[in-house]
């Protein structure tokens, strides 16, 4: 039978090995999670202007819809909210139209991102329609 001292420092030699174990464990953890942060800091931001664009286009169609807004006004102030979020679109890509009796405020863009060296290209294609009365 071994003695209790024997088996206590067999015990505490595997504990030390295995603490070194777990910090590097935690470490690649760290690396990871801080890796998906950085992605995130370079992805999100597109994305949050696009959702803000996009409801700028649902507002505009609903008072161009119920005529309380020229086609020149509401292409002026989505202008106004792409030049506010520094999206790099040329005036000329705002559409505003009548579809039948469908009022339509669009915008198609694309934004490249770079991450980790790696160019992406974000397509987004922001509208809002609306019926016109």
Not at 57 to 75: N, Y
Not at 104 to 121: D, H, L, M, P
Not at 122 to 132: A, K, L, R
């Amino acid at each position: 039978m071994p003695q209790l001292s024997t088996v206590r420092a067999e015990a505490g030699s595997r504990a030390g090995s295995e603490r070194g174990e777990g910090h590097f464990k935690l470490l690649v953890v760290l690396v990871i999670f801080g890796l998906i942060g950085y992605a995130g800091f370079k992805i999100v931001p597109p994305d949050v202007n696009n959702y803000q664009l996009q409801d700028t286009c649902e507002s505009e169609s609903r008072l161009f819809a119920a005529h309380q807004k020229s086609d020149q006004k509401v292409k002026d102030s989505v202008w106004a909210e792409i030049q506010s979020l520094s999206i790099p679109i040329p005036q000329d890509a705002i559409r505003v139209e009548v579809i039948g009796k469908t009022a339509r405020v669009s915008v198609e863009y694309a934004v490249t991102v770079n991450v980790f060296g790696i160019e992406y290209t974000m397509n987004f294609h922001p509208s809002g329609e609306s019926p016109v009365f």
